[in-house]
């Protein structure tokens, strides 16, 4: 059983009123859901079931149609994201050379199996190729990348990030 923070839904009335403009410009649109699905995320950061209502709602969709979509492209995430979102490379080049160990040593400072951190602070995915493999293994937090990581980096990396 993962560890992972629940996390209740907290959309404001303020991203309601956003998503409803969006929608609204999308009404009669052909292949609509694609970019109301986009648009929804960057404004929530995610898309919980209760935003995908609303598109299923707004956009005369079923919620299954809705969920169908937004779970088969890797670009959608049902999840929130922490403030630093961790990818670890797990693609062939850098698990072989010990991304699977930094992964692990992650999941052990972190408290979560992936996810996202009860603070909020932290989520870790496992992430196939970044296009890195002469720096291998590899991990990103938000913007940066870092390469040639061992295990015992791990702890040093993510003291930068818990100010």
Avoid at 5 to 28: D, H, I, M, S, Y
Avoid at 59 to 71: F, I, K, N
Avoid at 90 to 119: F, H, N, R, W
Avoid at 151 to 157: L, N, S, T, Y
Wanted: hydrophobic residues 40%; contains cysteine; glycine residues 10%.
């Amino acid at each position: 059983m993962s560890n992972q923070a629940k996390v209740p839904f907290t959309g404001t009335k303020a991203q309601e009123a956003r998503l409803n403009k969006v929608l609204r410009g999308l009404k009669n649109v052909d292949g609509a859901l694609m970019p109301a699905l986009q648009q929804a995320q960057d404004i929530y950061g995610y898309l919980p079931i209760e935003v995908q209502e609303i598109i299923a709602d707004k956009l005369g969709l079923s919620l299954a149609e809705v969920y169908g979509v937004a779970t088969f492209y890797s670009q959608f995430t049902l999840t929130p994201k922490g403030k630093y979102k961790i990818g670890v490379c797990l693609g062939t080049a850098c698990y072989v050379k010990g991304s699977g160990d930094i992964y692990a040593e992650l999941q052990k400072q972190l408290g979560i199996e992936s996810g996202i951190t009860p603070d909020l602070q932290f989520s870790l995915d496992a992430t196939r190729c970044v296009g890195c493999c002469g720096l291998a293994p590899v991990m990103v937090i938000n913007d940066d990348v870092y390469g040639k990581l061992t295990k015992d980096q791990v702890a040093g990396i993510l003291a930068k990030y818990k100010n």
